[in-house]
């Protein structure tokens, strides 16, 4: 479960002064659905899956992941989730096997234990091939497995994927989407992060659409069709983002 | 604070820098091998230099009026110089090493000896040329005996005891320990080393664990494992910090075989022997291990810290470039002669380490300012690793754009 309650990220830049980067979103994400957040870049998606995965502090508000508070038990939060983004690197000069154990040590976990949940993981994901191969020499597809098998090696209630399938080919696209899948068929939380369309549409069971920083639609694909009296995401997209571009503009 | 965390991190690290070419040559491979290439390089050079300088045998020119064949004759009576005729540019000669000295006999050289009356004889070198060095001692050397046995004949011939013109003998005696000797010329030599060995050491796994890691996009996934940030940074501290001293042993163990090594190649050839006359203990190198500890946990914090700044390999070198110079700069003036302790010196980091080590190797142990150095240097590299802990856990450092 994911209970994000008026989350604000305020950062302090140079160049552009105060920036609010996330301006009081709230929204729940529940077990075995997945919550899409849908935005352009620099919407603020990165900031607020950043923010729940703790990787960030909230400047304002909180959120509730796994049932435990993001600004109170941050170490308890981050022990129940798997987070995946596209800069979650792995470490080159560690093999595949190498990284995904370090990740499960890293959880506090016994090595007969890791030892165990690697073979089923890289017997499921068709690891095995590549397993004690550098990670700088693994093709992009693999290096995704590895990232999938590091995020679950210590079997998470709750996913968070920031633009997961970003400048992956279509193999390895379908590879994460398929994966993202098998999670909510286990009946874990997850939500992810995405200015993919297809993606959301055949995906998720709710959606939020996030522009400069504020959730400005929230809902079922069914609940947003029927409130824009749209069917393509793509319009109802731009029918809910487009006044707020025209108003920055003006300022 | 889970110490298996700091360990589990430290271990990563510590297989992770290994496997890292940069880390491998700067941490094992310089230390190892720049000890040997500077003492078995340097003193086989001297030793060659020395010993073809001595073994040549120079010619010298004898510029003379023709009116003391006696003087010549003497002269000539040296051995393993090469006495040739004068000629008037004979200064020009020297300068275009043609011959390497000169020797001039004053006309009436040889009657005002006899008459007892007092005449210079004039020896010309190029003082800074070793040839030219070796051929004129020889000849003074020679002169002066011949001085002496001049004075003896005229006091016999009067009558007069040997004494009446040489009163009294001077001797010097050294009453420092060998060490103490060796510590004047290699003192300052040996800490120098190690405390830039143990600085660069720890560069590159400092740089490669926070700058390093930004740039490939590891550090988001580190943040995302439940270890809290202290125990991250800690373990990488431990890495870094290990990598400085196995640098810093490698260099003095190094250092001590080289010499040893160096010692017994040129056994036998004196003019070597008298340069690597020294002994450094096993107390002294345990000494100046014990004192570089603090500075390498100072090194170690103070450029993960620096490096932590940096968003990107590249830039985290451009912070520490400048640092290098920081960081030699005390330790060189470690290396001047004439640079002694105060009270107000034992509190400047880095400099303190460098004059203690030098003592320590010359044989003399300052207790206080030993632990006067050691608590400063102790109380620097805490703070170094409070702001390097610090910083990890500041977002705008770690997420800079």
């Known amino acids: 479960m994911i209970e994000a309650e008026n989350l604000c990220k305020v950062f302090?830049?140079?160049?552009?002064g105060t920036v609010r980067a996330v301006d009081g979103v709230s929204f729940v994400c529940k077990p075995?659905?997945?919550?899409?957040?849908?935005?352009?870049?620099?919407?603020?998606?990165?900031?607020?899956l950043r923010m729940l995965a703790t990787i960030l502090e909230p400047t304002n508000g909180t959120a509730r992941v796994a049932g435990f508070d993001v600004m109170t038990d941050a170490q308890k939060v981050r022990a129940n989730i798997g987070f995946l983004s596209t800069s979650t690197a792995l470490y080159g000069r560690l093999s595949a096997y190498e990284m995904v154990q370090?990740?499960?040590r890293l959880h506090g976990l016994e090595d007969d234990v890791i030892d165990q949940r690697i073979n089923a993981l890289f017997g499921r994901l068709e690891m095995n091939e590549f397993r004690d191969r550098r990670c700088d020499k693994l093709s992009t597809g693999m290096k995704q497995k590895t990232s999938i098998a590091r995020t679950l090696i210590h079997n998470p209630q709750v996913m968070i994927f920031d633009e997961p399938t970003l400048g992956l080919d279509v193999m390895a696209a379908r590879t994460i989407v398929q994966f993202i899948r098998e999670c909510r068929d286990q009946s874990k939380t997850v939500i992810f992060s995405t200015h993919v369309m297809s993606e959301v549409e055949k995906l998720c069971d709710h959606i939020g659409i996030i522009h400069g920083g504020k959730l400005l639609a929230e809902g079922t694909l069914a609940d947003l069709r029927q409130r824009s009296g749209l069917h393509d995401l793509e319009d109802i997209f731009v029918q809910v983002v487009e006044p707020h571009i025209a108003k920055e503009t003006v300022a | 604070m889970s110490k298996s965390n700091i360990f589990t991190v430290y271990?990563?690290?510590?297989t992770d820098s290994l496997r890292d070419r940069r880390t491998l040559i700067s941490m094992v491979v310089v230390p190892i091998v720049i000890f040997p290439l500077i003492s078995i390089g340097m003193f086989t050079f001297i030793a060659k230099v020395v010993g073809k300088a001595m073994e040549e045998v120079p010619k010298v020119m004898i510029v003379s009026a023709g009116d003391s064949p006696r003087a010549v004759e003497d002269l000539?009576?040296?051995?393993?110089?090469?006495?040739?005729p004068g000629e008037p540019d004979y200064a020009q000669?020297?300068?275009d090493k043609k011959i390497r000295a000169a020797v001039d006999v004053p006309a009436g050289f040889d009657a005002a000896v006899d008459h007892d009356t007092k005449m210079t004889l004039k020896i010309y070198n190029y003082e800074g040329d070793l040839k030219s060095s070796i051929a004129s001692d020889k000849i003074e050397k020679y002169l002066k005996d011949l001085q002496t046995q001049t004075v003896q004949k005229r006091l016999q011939a009067r009558n007069l005891p040997?004494?009446?013109?040489?009163p009294f003998d001077v001797k010097k005696e050294n009453v420092a320990p060998p060490e103490k000797v060796s510590g004047a010329m290699i003192g300052g030599f040996l800490p120098y080393f190690v405390i830039i060995l143990c600085l660069t050491g720890a560069m590159y796994p400092a740089i490669d664990l926070t700058a390093g890691e930004k740039e490939r996009g590891t550090i988001e996934t580190i943040l995302t494992s439940p270890v809290p940030r202290t125990q991250i940074v800690l373990g990488k501290f431990l890495m870094v910090l290990t990598a400085a001293l196995v640098t810093a042993m490698l260099a003095i163990t190094s250092m001590g075989v080289s010499f040893h090594v160096a010692k017994a190649l040129m056994a036998g050839k004196t003019e070597a022997n008298n340069l690597l006359n020294f002994s450094i203990g096993l107390k002294a190198i345990g000494a100046v291990f014990f004192m570089v500890l603090p500075l390498a946990v100072l090194f170690s914090a103070g450029l993960l810290a620096i490096a932590l700044m940096a968003k990107s390999y590249k830039e985290a070198q451009s912070y520490i470039a400048p640092l290098m110079i920081v960081v030699v700069l005390p330790a060189v003036a470690g290396l001047m002669p004439g640079v002694e302790f105060n009270a107000r010196m034992a509190l400047v980091p880095i400099l303190s380490t460098s004059l203690v080590c030098k003592e320590i190797v010359a044989g003399t142990y300052h207790w206080n300012y030993i632990a006067i150095i050691f608590a400063s240097t102790c109380v620097y590299a805490s703070a170094a690793l409070?702001?390097?802990?610090?910083?990890?856990?500041?977002?705008?450092?770690?997420?800079?754009t």
Request: net charge positive; glycine share 12%.
């Open chain 2, 11 to 14: 271990r990563k690290e510590l």
């Open chain 2, 93 to 95: 000669q020297i300068s």
């Open chain 1, 102 to 104: 370090y990740f499960g």
């Open chain 1, 32 to 48: 075995g659905q997945i919550y899409g957040l849908l935005g352009a870049n620099g919407a603020g998606k990165t900031t607020t």
């Open chain 2, 76 to 84: 000539k009576a040296i051995k393993g110089i090469d006495f040739i």
């Open chain 2, 162 to 166: 040997p004494a009446l013109a040489d």
């Open chain 2, 386 to 400: 409070f702001v390097a802990v610090s910083l990890f856990k500041r977002e705008d450092v770690l997420f800079r």
């Open chain 1, 12 to 16: 302090q830049d140079k160049k552009r």
